[in-house]
């Protein structure tokens, strides 16, 4: 229950730190821009988590296939550093495929950011042509 507490109040500071800025920025924005800024992220954000997923399934199935070798030898002494082996090379390919996902995600909203900026460029020129 402490984590989960811990996690909402996480949260609740992010929102609060963020959620300010993005609001900010979204009231003079062009709706169609900032319409295609949101597909083009949602679509980024969707492929970050296909590769995730794809990577997590290859490791999983390759950690299942040498844990698989490793306890078919019978020698004790053999087996446990099979199964270390299995268990770290697992270990390095979650940490490699989660990088990658939060570097993609990262970039996926610093490109949003920027579109929206964009956005409001060009929101703010079209009232400038609209009142003269």
């Given amino acids: 229950m402490k984590r989960l507490n811990t996690s909402l109040v996480l949260l609740a500071l992010i ?3 963020f959620l300010p800025g993005v609001l900010r ?3 003079a924005v062009d709706p169609a821009c900032a319409g295609e800024a949101i597909d083009e992220n949602a679509s980024q954000i969707t492929a970050a988590w296909t590769t995730y997923n794809v990577a ?3 490791a999983l199935k390759a950690r299942a296939d040498a844990m698989k070798v490793a306890l078919a030898i019978e020698d004790d ?3 446990w550093p099979e199964m270390q082996k299995a268990l770290k090379t697992y270990a390095k390919s979650v940490k490699t495929a989660t990088k990658a996902f939060n570097k993609s995600k990262r970039l996926s909203r610093l490109e949003f950011m920027k579109a929206l900026k964009t956005c409001g460029a060009s929101a703010k020129e079209a009232s400038n042509s609209s009142a003269e």
């Fill in 15 to 17: 929102l609060t730190s």
């Fill in 56 to 58: 997590m399934n290859a």
């Fill in 25 to 27: 920025a979204a009231a």
């Fill in 77 to 79: 002494s053999d087996r």
